[in-house]
């Protein structure tokens, strides 16, 4: 019995001594070196008392270290869980308590924050910095550099990705190893991804377009990736011209298009653009192929499911669309009772596929509402398919705002706004942004005769949401419009206020 997800994308490359990683300082990480440090990480986890199908929480700067961290918990058998680094001590303490993490690995800087949240859990803390320093790098330093690989099924769980529900209450998806490594070979496939390719890396990897589509990809292909620790316009201008592909969210194209620097020369080498996680505005596919002569690969995926459809590689990469399901998955549109659509009638999406998450954790209840028993996960998003068989994605039924490629779930914001000095009400909405596809905004109703401080109340937030769930703005109103039934019309909300954050506005 072997390890599939590990021998697939790990365990083949322990001797290989081609260049798997190049950082910004012009350094390199060869494929085997970087599989003699998950060794020593895998016999770290053991000795910190993790074995096969406990769980592993990481809150982490994105660095080599941390992605053999990844690769650590494949070979041992552990569930990976990579939390936000945004995420304040408040919310990681419910992803410990949940997943029952019995290790939590942060930095140095996050120690002090997480040191009673852990102890509360019953969780061991141990710190893992960008450099490779910290106290668990010490107990791995004390590690051979050879590991026994752990034997797992193709079915037992490989990680968990928390998704937050509308009732704000975050749930934890279960993913397999069949799951992430079908996804993988998927998209090589589809992508066209080969040990020639060189990935320009400049995602988070506690979500799955960096850690999975990305990572998993390159990995499977036996490429390379620049791994670059954040996202910024001078670093992708700079690495561009060793690079062959880019995997992104839309924010990255705005913003090299709004950069004089970012020409046709400097990416006309470049043999793939691939754009997820959020909405990409036609104008900036029209915007980019104007100045590059290259179209855009749009694709469709989920924390739950890895990626479902995709343009193609060949053939018309259709801007408002996400192309066609990707083989093996399939798509369809239902109406509120789950009957499938005539095609060009727009309805809820389902998918399934291998790449389809084995369920909530600990959440039976949940998983039994949006997975069915045929194995179709009811995704949540409105779409239609077109003529030609084109995905659209039109809404979504749930109130999930997805800014900058990060999920966002009102009602957890509601519930603090709430609680602020003054507020009667409150409703979160998303609306357009030129940046970052959508932007939070509150919609506050003050108490009788009370004066809002908006400005305080934003401030409020800060100790206990992340900042990328932050309202960009707070607006006061006498009511909240409602329908006869009592209802917050939220869709209302997002109508009047659609035009906020355009040019001009």
């Known amino acids: 019995m072997g390890n599939p997800l590990y021998d697939t994308l790990f365990g083949r490359h ?20 970087f599989l003699r440090i998950t060794a020593q990480y895998a016999g770290a986890l053991n000795t910190l008392g993790l074995a096969a199908g406990d769980r592993l929480a990481v809150q982490i700067a994105k660095s080599p270290h941390a992605l053999a961290v990844y690769a650590a918990c494949v070979q041992a058998g552990i569930v990976f869980l990579p939390l936000n680094t945004a995420y304040t001590p408040d919310e990681v303490q419910y992803f410990i308590e949940n997943s029952g993490a019995g290790v939590v690995l942060c930095d140095d800087s996050k120690h002090a924050g997480l040191a009673d949240v852990t102890h509360a859990c019953g969780a061991h803390l141990s710190t893992l910095n960008n450099d490779g320093s910290g106290t ?16 797992r099924d193709a079915d037992d769980l490989a990680a968990f990705l928390y998704t937050s529900g509308t009732t704000g209450r975050s749930k934890g998806a279960m993913l397999t190893q069949a799951n992430l490594l079908s996804n993988a070979q998927t998209l090589v496939k589809e992508w066209r991804f080969t040990a020639a390719d060189v990935l320009l890396h400049a995602l988070p990897i506690f979500h799955t377009h960096g850690l999975f589509v990305a990572s998993n990809t390159t990995l499977l292909a036996g490429g390379s990736m620049i791994f670059l620790p954040a996202f910024t316009v001078d670093a992708l201008v700079a690495h561009l011209p060793r690079a062959t592909t880019l995997m992104g ?27 997820g996680s959020a909405p990409l505005l036609a104008e900036t596919h029209v915007r980019f192929e104007a100045r590059t002569g290259s179209r855009i690969l749009e694709r469709y995926g989920m924390t739950e499911t890895n990626m479902n459809t995709s343009n193609p590689y060949d053939g018309e990469r259709r801007a408002g669309t996400v192309g066609f399901p990707l083989p093996g998955t399939e798509v369809k549109i239902t109406d509120s009772k789950g009957r499938e659509l005539p095609q060009g009638e727009i309805g809820e999406i389902e998918v399934r596929g291998p790449n389809v998450f084995k369920g909530y954790w600990q959440m039976p209840e949940k998983t039994a509402e949006e997975l069915r028993a045929d194995g179709f996960f009811i995704t949540g998003d409105l779409g239609q398919i077109d003529s030609d068989s084109y995905l659209h994605i039109v809404g979504r039924n ?3 705002i997805i800014s900058g490629g990060y999920n966002i779930y009102p009602k957890e914001i509601e519930l603090l706004l709430d609680e602020a000095t003054g507020v009667l009400e409150s409703a979160v909405v998303g609306v357009p942004h030129p940046d970052f596809g959508e932007t939070v905004i509150g919609v506050l109703v003050a108490e009788t005769g009370a004066t809002l401080d908006t400005d305080a109340i934003l401030e409020s937030l800060r100790a206990s949401l992340a900042r990328f769930k932050h309202p960009q703005r707070l607006i006061t109103l006498p009511e909240l419009p409602r329908n006869t039934m009592g209802k917050v019309q939220k869709n209302l909300l997002r109508d009047q206020f659609k035009d906020m954050f355009s040019a001009g506005a």
């Open 14 to 33: 322990a001797d290989n001594p081609d260049v798997f990683l190049h950082l910004p300082d012009g350094s390199t990480v060869t494929y085997a070196a």
């Open 136 to 151: 668990f790098s010490d107990l791995a330093a004390a590690m051979p550099a050879q590991f026994e690989t752990v034997p």
């Open 398 to 400: 749930k109130d999930l």
């Open 249 to 275: 969210v839309p924010t990255f194209y705005t913003r090299l298009l709004d950069d004089p620097r970012f020409t046709k020369e400097l990416v006309d080498h470049m043999r793939l653009f691939v754009s």
